[in-house]
Protein backbone atom coordinates (compact mmCIF):
# COMPACT_ATOMS: atom_id res chain seq x y z
CA UNK A 1 0.00 0.00 0.00
CA UNK A 2 2.56 2.27 1.03
CA UNK A 3 4.54 1.42 -2.48
CA UNK A 4 1.58 2.23 -4.22
CA UNK A 5 1.24 5.80 -2.13
CA UNK A 6 5.04 6.45 -3.00
CA UNK A 7 4.29 5.74 -6.73
CA UNK A 8 1.18 8.04 -7.15
CA UNK A 9 2.84 11.03 -5.54
CA UNK A 10 6.17 10.34 -7.93
CA UNK A 11 3.73 10.40 -10.59
CA UNK A 12 1.70 13.55 -10.12
CA UNK A 13 4.99 15.44 -9.69
CA UNK A 14 6.26 14.21 -12.81
CA UNK A 15 2.55 15.49 -14.32
CA UNK A 16 3.05 18.59 -12.66
CA UNK A 17 0.18 18.10 -11.26
CA UNK A 18 1.51 18.48 -7.40
CA UNK A 19 2.22 22.29 -7.79
CA UNK A 20 0.59 24.05 -5.42
CA UNK A 21 0.81 28.04 -6.86
CA UNK A 22 -1.92 29.21 -9.12
CA UNK A 23 -0.99 29.26 -12.69
CA UNK A 24 0.30 32.24 -13.67
CA UNK A 25 -2.60 34.55 -15.51
CA UNK A 26 -2.17 34.69 -19.56
CA UNK A 27 -0.13 37.40 -20.39
CA UNK A 28 -1.00 39.72 -23.74
CA UNK A 29 1.28 38.67 -26.39
CA UNK A 30 4.18 40.84 -26.57
CA UNK A 31 3.56 44.45 -28.81
CA UNK A 32 5.30 43.75 -31.98
CA UNK A 33 8.49 46.14 -32.53
CA UNK A 34 7.76 48.73 -35.12
CA UNK A 35 9.00 48.16 -38.67
CA UNK A 36 11.78 50.28 -39.00
CA UNK A 37 11.98 51.86 -42.55
CA UNK A 38 15.35 51.67 -44.51
CA UNK A 39 16.44 55.49 -45.85
CA UNK A 40 19.75 56.49 -47.35
CA UNK A 41 21.85 59.53 -48.44
CA UNK A 42 24.28 59.64 -50.77
CA UNK A 43 26.58 62.17 -51.50
CA UNK A 44 30.34 63.44 -52.34
CA UNK A 45 32.74 64.38 -49.63
CA UNK A 46 36.74 63.68 -49.33
CA UNK A 47 37.04 62.96 -53.15
CA UNK A 48 34.92 59.57 -52.27
CA UNK A 49 31.40 58.99 -53.13
CA UNK A 50 29.72 58.19 -49.86
CA UNK A 51 26.52 56.03 -49.01
CA UNK A 52 24.79 55.66 -45.39
CA UNK A 53 21.59 53.27 -45.39
CA UNK A 54 20.12 53.67 -41.68
CA UNK A 55 17.20 52.33 -41.07
CA UNK A 56 14.54 54.28 -38.61
CA UNK A 57 16.44 57.80 -39.49
CA UNK A 58 14.21 60.43 -41.59
CA UNK A 59 15.68 63.11 -44.07
CA UNK A 60 16.95 65.46 -41.10
CA UNK A 61 19.15 63.15 -39.39
CA UNK A 62 20.43 61.98 -42.68
CA UNK A 63 20.93 65.33 -43.85
CA UNK A 64 22.90 66.00 -41.11
CA UNK A 65 25.30 63.86 -41.22
CA UNK A 66 25.78 64.89 -44.91
CA UNK A 67 26.25 68.15 -43.60
CA UNK A 68 28.63 67.19 -41.03
CA UNK A 69 31.47 65.31 -43.34
CA UNK A 70 31.35 68.42 -45.31
CA UNK A 71 32.37 70.19 -42.61
CA UNK A 72 35.17 67.91 -41.78
CA UNK A 73 36.26 67.94 -45.09
CA UNK A 74 36.57 71.77 -45.11
CA UNK A 75 38.54 71.48 -42.28
CA UNK A 76 40.99 68.70 -43.46
CA UNK A 77 40.81 69.38 -47.44
CA UNK A 78 44.48 69.74 -48.94
CA UNK A 79 43.02 71.16 -51.97
CA UNK A 80 40.97 73.74 -49.86
CA UNK A 81 43.24 77.01 -49.52
CA UNK A 82 41.35 77.74 -46.76
CA UNK A 83 41.13 74.64 -44.81
CA UNK A 84 43.57 74.20 -41.58
CA UNK A 85 45.50 71.47 -42.92
CA UNK A 86 46.32 73.81 -46.33
CA UNK A 87 46.96 77.08 -43.81
CA UNK A 88 49.13 74.94 -41.75
CA UNK A 89 51.09 73.71 -44.93
CA UNK A 90 51.13 77.08 -45.86
CA UNK A 91 53.25 78.03 -43.47
CA UNK A 92 50.49 79.43 -41.04
CA UNK A 93 50.09 79.16 -37.27
CA UNK A 94 46.87 77.66 -37.08
CA UNK A 95 44.92 77.67 -33.66
CA UNK A 96 42.82 74.29 -34.32
CA UNK A 97 39.17 73.34 -34.23
CA UNK A 98 38.58 70.93 -31.74
CA UNK A 99 38.03 67.98 -35.06
CA UNK A 100 41.31 68.63 -36.42
CA UNK A 101 43.35 68.35 -33.19
CA UNK A 102 41.82 65.21 -32.14
CA UNK A 103 42.32 63.85 -35.65
CA UNK A 104 45.93 65.30 -36.14
CA UNK A 105 47.02 63.73 -32.35
CA UNK A 106 45.37 60.24 -33.15
CA UNK A 107 47.20 60.38 -36.38
CA UNK A 108 50.60 61.13 -34.73
CA UNK A 109 49.48 58.52 -32.10
CA UNK A 110 49.28 55.92 -35.38
CA UNK A 111 52.58 57.26 -37.16
CA UNK A 112 54.47 56.56 -33.71
CA UNK A 113 52.75 53.38 -32.72
CA UNK A 114 54.06 51.93 -36.44
CA UNK A 115 57.30 53.53 -36.18
CA UNK A 116 56.95 55.76 -39.19
CA UNK A 117 55.11 52.93 -41.51
CA UNK A 118 52.20 55.84 -41.05
CA UNK A 119 53.43 59.64 -41.80
CA UNK A 120 51.27 62.21 -42.50
CA UNK A 121 54.29 64.28 -43.45
CA UNK A 122 55.15 62.57 -46.80
CA UNK A 123 52.64 64.76 -48.74
CA UNK A 124 55.10 66.04 -51.07
CA UNK A 125 56.45 62.32 -51.96
CA UNK A 126 52.74 61.95 -52.60
CA UNK A 127 52.21 64.61 -54.63
CA UNK A 128 55.62 64.46 -56.77
CA UNK A 129 54.14 61.00 -57.52
CA UNK A 130 51.04 62.67 -58.91
CA UNK A 131 48.24 60.74 -56.60
CA UNK A 132 46.82 63.92 -55.79
CA UNK A 133 46.29 65.06 -59.45
CA UNK A 134 46.33 61.86 -61.38
CA UNK A 135 48.71 63.43 -63.48
CA UNK A 136 51.21 60.30 -62.87
CA UNK A 137 54.54 60.39 -63.04
CA UNK A 138 58.23 58.44 -61.77
CA UNK A 139 59.72 60.93 -59.91
CA UNK A 140 63.65 60.79 -60.46
CA UNK A 141 65.54 59.22 -57.40
CA UNK A 142 67.20 62.93 -56.68
CA UNK A 143 63.83 64.27 -56.53
CA UNK A 144 62.62 61.46 -54.13
CA UNK A 145 65.48 61.64 -52.17
CA UNK A 146 65.42 65.59 -51.51
CA UNK A 147 61.56 65.81 -50.88
CA UNK A 148 62.25 62.76 -48.31
CA UNK A 149 64.02 65.51 -46.40
CA UNK A 150 61.05 67.07 -44.86
CA UNK A 151 59.47 64.21 -44.40
CA UNK A 152 59.37 63.59 -40.61
CA UNK A 153 56.11 63.34 -38.26
CA UNK A 154 58.17 63.99 -35.52
CA UNK A 155 58.96 67.28 -36.17
CA UNK A 156 55.52 68.93 -36.50
CA UNK A 157 55.03 71.18 -33.69
CA UNK A 158 51.88 71.29 -31.57
CA UNK A 159 51.19 73.37 -28.88
CA UNK A 160 47.58 73.98 -27.16
CA UNK A 161 45.44 74.10 -29.60
CA UNK A 162 48.33 76.10 -31.85
CA UNK A 163 50.18 73.92 -34.66
CA UNK A 164 53.34 74.84 -36.93
CA UNK A 165 54.94 72.55 -39.68
CA UNK A 166 58.63 74.09 -40.22
CA UNK A 167 59.84 75.11 -43.69
CA UNK A 168 59.09 73.28 -46.78
CA UNK A 169 57.06 70.32 -44.85
CA UNK A 170 53.15 69.91 -45.51
CA UNK A 171 51.14 67.15 -43.90
CA UNK A 172 48.04 65.55 -45.13
CA UNK A 173 45.22 63.34 -43.30
CA UNK A 174 44.36 61.41 -46.08
CA UNK A 175 45.00 58.12 -44.58
CA UNK A 176 42.63 58.39 -41.58
CA UNK A 177 40.48 61.04 -42.82
CA UNK A 178 37.50 59.13 -44.05
CA UNK A 179 37.81 56.41 -41.45
CA UNK A 180 37.55 59.11 -39.02
CA UNK A 181 34.33 60.56 -41.15
CA UNK A 182 32.66 57.07 -40.77
CA UNK A 183 33.10 57.19 -36.80
CA UNK A 184 31.77 60.81 -36.81
CA UNK A 185 28.41 59.57 -38.84
CA UNK A 186 27.84 56.35 -37.01
CA UNK A 187 28.32 58.50 -33.40
CA UNK A 188 25.57 60.87 -35.02
CA UNK A 189 23.18 58.08 -35.82
CA UNK A 190 23.76 56.34 -32.78
CA UNK A 191 22.57 59.73 -30.66
CA UNK A 192 19.70 59.40 -32.81
CA UNK A 193 18.93 56.20 -31.74
CA UNK A 194 19.67 54.23 -34.93
CA UNK A 195 20.34 50.42 -33.94
CA UNK A 196 20.84 49.58 -37.57
CA UNK A 197 23.01 51.06 -40.63
CA UNK A 198 25.65 50.67 -42.74
CA UNK A 199 27.94 53.03 -44.66
CA UNK A 200 30.07 52.89 -47.60
CA UNK A 201 32.59 55.79 -47.68
CA UNK A 202 34.31 55.10 -50.89
CA UNK A 203 35.15 50.97 -49.87
CA UNK A 204 35.88 51.42 -45.82
CA UNK A 205 32.66 49.91 -44.37
CA UNK A 206 31.81 50.73 -40.95
CA UNK A 207 28.50 49.35 -39.64
CA UNK A 208 25.76 50.13 -36.78
CA UNK A 209 24.05 47.10 -34.78
CA UNK A 210 23.74 44.37 -36.73
CA UNK A 211 20.86 44.02 -39.55
CA UNK A 212 17.36 45.30 -38.87
CA UNK A 213 16.48 40.74 -38.74
CA UNK A 214 19.32 40.78 -35.85
CA UNK A 215 21.68 38.95 -38.13
CA UNK A 216 25.66 40.32 -38.80
CA UNK A 217 25.91 42.32 -41.66
CA UNK A 218 28.20 40.68 -44.18
CA UNK A 219 30.67 42.18 -45.92
CA UNK A 220 33.15 41.05 -48.87
CA UNK A 221 36.67 41.33 -49.05
CA UNK A 222 37.68 42.26 -52.69
CA UNK A 223 39.38 39.83 -54.54
CA UNK A 224 42.55 42.30 -56.11
CA UNK A 225 42.65 40.68 -59.30
CA UNK A 226 39.38 40.73 -60.37
CA UNK A 227 35.55 42.70 -59.63
CA UNK A 228 35.25 39.88 -56.96
CA UNK A 229 35.37 38.81 -53.59
CA UNK A 230 37.80 36.53 -51.84
CA UNK A 231 36.17 36.13 -48.90
CA UNK A 232 32.58 37.70 -46.66
CA UNK A 233 33.04 38.81 -43.47
CA UNK A 234 29.94 38.55 -40.73
CA UNK A 235 30.52 41.63 -38.86
CA UNK A 236 28.28 43.78 -36.06
CA UNK A 237 29.36 47.44 -34.82
CA UNK A 238 32.56 47.51 -36.44
CA UNK A 239 34.23 49.68 -39.07
CA UNK A 240 35.90 47.42 -42.11
CA UNK A 241 38.31 48.90 -43.80
CA UNK A 242 41.22 48.46 -46.82
CA UNK A 243 43.86 49.71 -48.15
CA UNK A 244 45.01 48.34 -51.61
CA UNK A 245 47.63 48.33 -54.38
CA UNK A 246 44.49 47.80 -56.77
CA UNK A 247 42.65 50.89 -55.82
CA UNK A 248 44.57 53.67 -57.12
CA UNK A 249 47.63 53.24 -59.05
CA UNK A 250 49.62 53.89 -62.45
CA UNK A 251 51.97 51.32 -64.85
CA UNK A 252 54.71 53.92 -65.67
CA UNK A 253 56.63 53.84 -68.93
CA UNK A 254 58.75 50.99 -68.09
CA UNK A 255 55.78 48.43 -67.59
CA UNK A 256 55.99 48.52 -63.35
CA UNK A 257 52.76 49.09 -61.46
CA UNK A 258 53.07 51.87 -58.96
CA UNK A 259 50.53 52.49 -56.42
CA UNK A 260 49.33 55.26 -54.46
CA UNK A 261 50.78 53.91 -50.51
CA UNK A 262 54.07 55.24 -49.84
CA UNK A 263 57.02 53.93 -48.10
CA UNK A 264 58.27 56.38 -46.17
CA UNK A 265 61.52 55.26 -45.64
CA UNK A 266 61.88 54.86 -49.48
CA UNK A 267 59.82 57.06 -50.89
CA UNK A 268 58.62 54.70 -53.37
CA UNK A 269 55.44 52.45 -53.67
CA UNK A 270 55.33 50.04 -50.57
CA UNK A 271 56.46 46.71 -51.83
CA UNK A 272 56.33 44.01 -49.12
CA UNK A 273 54.63 41.69 -50.44
CA UNK A 274 51.12 42.25 -49.90
CA UNK A 275 48.56 43.77 -52.13
CA UNK A 276 45.67 44.10 -49.85
CA UNK A 277 44.92 44.55 -45.61
CA UNK A 278 41.39 44.91 -44.57
CA UNK A 279 41.18 46.25 -40.99
CA UNK A 280 38.16 45.11 -38.83
CA UNK A 281 37.90 46.90 -35.65
CA UNK A 282 35.86 49.13 -33.27
CA UNK A 283 37.20 52.71 -34.68
CA UNK A 284 37.35 53.87 -38.18
CA UNK A 285 40.18 56.14 -37.87
CA UNK A 286 42.47 53.67 -36.50
CA UNK A 287 41.40 50.83 -38.78
CA UNK A 288 42.10 53.40 -41.02
CA UNK A 289 45.44 54.29 -40.44
CA UNK A 290 46.57 50.38 -39.54
CA UNK A 291 45.15 49.41 -43.43
CA UNK A 292 47.62 51.68 -44.78
CA UNK A 293 50.66 51.16 -42.29
CA UNK A 294 50.37 47.58 -42.50
CA UNK A 295 50.28 47.54 -46.00
CA UNK A 296 53.68 49.13 -45.88
CA UNK A 297 54.93 46.90 -43.70
CA UNK A 298 54.61 43.63 -45.48
CA UNK A 299 52.98 40.37 -43.50
CA UNK A 300 56.03 40.19 -40.84
CA UNK A 301 56.19 42.92 -39.27
CA UNK A 302 51.97 43.92 -40.01
CA UNK A 303 51.87 40.40 -38.04
CA UNK A 304 53.98 41.32 -35.65
CA UNK A 305 52.41 44.39 -34.54
CA UNK A 306 48.78 42.83 -34.30
CA UNK A 307 50.27 40.08 -32.14
CA UNK A 308 52.37 43.10 -29.88
CA UNK A 309 49.31 45.61 -30.27
CA UNK A 310 45.85 43.54 -30.65
CA UNK A 311 42.54 45.77 -30.54
CA UNK A 312 41.50 44.60 -34.24
CA UNK A 313 41.77 42.38 -36.45
CA UNK A 314 42.81 41.57 -40.12
CA UNK A 315 42.68 40.41 -43.47
CA UNK A 316 45.76 40.10 -45.62
CA UNK A 317 46.30 39.27 -49.45
CA UNK A 318 49.95 38.79 -50.71
CA UNK A 319 50.97 39.64 -54.13
CA UNK A 320 50.78 36.41 -55.40
CA UNK A 321 47.28 35.78 -54.01
CA UNK A 322 47.92 34.10 -50.11
CA UNK A 323 45.03 35.00 -48.10
CA UNK A 324 45.59 35.17 -44.33
CA UNK A 325 43.34 36.41 -41.28
CA UNK A 326 43.95 37.02 -37.72
CA UNK A 327 43.13 34.63 -35.48
CA UNK A 328 40.23 36.44 -34.17
CA UNK A 329 38.31 36.45 -37.56
CA UNK A 330 38.83 32.40 -37.87
CA UNK A 331 34.66 32.04 -37.40
CA UNK A 332 33.75 35.79 -39.28
CA UNK A 333 35.68 35.51 -42.08
CA UNK A 334 34.01 32.93 -45.05
CA UNK A 335 36.41 32.31 -47.33
CA UNK A 336 34.93 32.32 -51.57
CA UNK A 337 37.43 30.32 -53.43
CA UNK A 338 40.70 31.17 -52.19
CA UNK A 339 41.47 29.12 -48.92
CA UNK A 340 42.86 31.12 -45.61
CA UNK A 341 45.24 30.48 -43.51
CA UNK A 342 44.84 31.59 -40.22
CA UNK A 343 47.43 33.72 -38.43
CA UNK A 344 47.66 32.84 -34.39
CA UNK A 345 48.51 35.22 -31.54
CA UNK A 346 51.90 33.14 -31.29
CA UNK A 347 54.54 32.94 -34.00
P1 LIG B 1 44.55 54.68 -47.72
O1 LIG B 1 43.78 54.63 -48.99
O2 LIG B 1 43.76 54.90 -46.49
O3 LIG B 1 45.49 53.53 -47.57
O4 LIG B 1 45.45 55.99 -47.77
C1 LIG B 1 46.34 56.18 -48.82
C2 LIG B 1 46.57 57.64 -48.97
O5 LIG B 1 47.36 58.12 -47.89
C3 LIG B 1 47.40 57.91 -50.23
O6 LIG B 1 46.57 58.28 -51.30
C4 LIG B 1 48.32 59.05 -49.80
O7 LIG B 1 47.66 60.29 -49.96
C5 LIG B 1 48.52 58.80 -48.33
N1 LIG B 1 49.66 57.92 -48.01
C6 LIG B 1 50.29 57.03 -48.81
N2 LIG B 1 51.25 56.37 -48.13
C7 LIG B 1 51.20 56.84 -46.86
C8 LIG B 1 51.92 56.55 -45.67
N3 LIG B 1 52.87 55.62 -45.63
N4 LIG B 1 51.62 57.25 -44.56
C9 LIG B 1 50.64 58.19 -44.58
N5 LIG B 1 49.92 58.51 -45.65
C10 LIG B 1 50.19 57.84 -46.78
MG1 LIG C 1 44.08 54.23 -44.52
Redesign the pocket.
Known sequence: MKKIALCLAVLLLLCGCGRTEPEPAATPDPEPAPVQEENSISFLAMDTYMTVRAWGADDDQLGAVRDAVYELDELLSVTAETSEIARLNAGDTVTLSEQTRTLLEKALQL?EKTDG????S??PV?KAWG??TSEYRIPHETEINELLQNVGFRRIGLSGSGAILPEGMEI?L???A??YAGDLIASMLREDGVTSAILDLGGNIHTVGAKPDGSPWRVGVRDPQSDGYLGVLSVEDKAV?T?GGY??YFVGEDGETYW?????STGYP?KNGLISVTIVGDEGAVC?GL???L??MGLDKATDYWRQNGGFEAVFITDDGQVYVTAGLQDTYEPRGAACRVIGSKS
Not at 260 to 264: A, E, L, N
Open positions: CALDILYVFTDGSIKGVSIRHIIDPADSTSFV
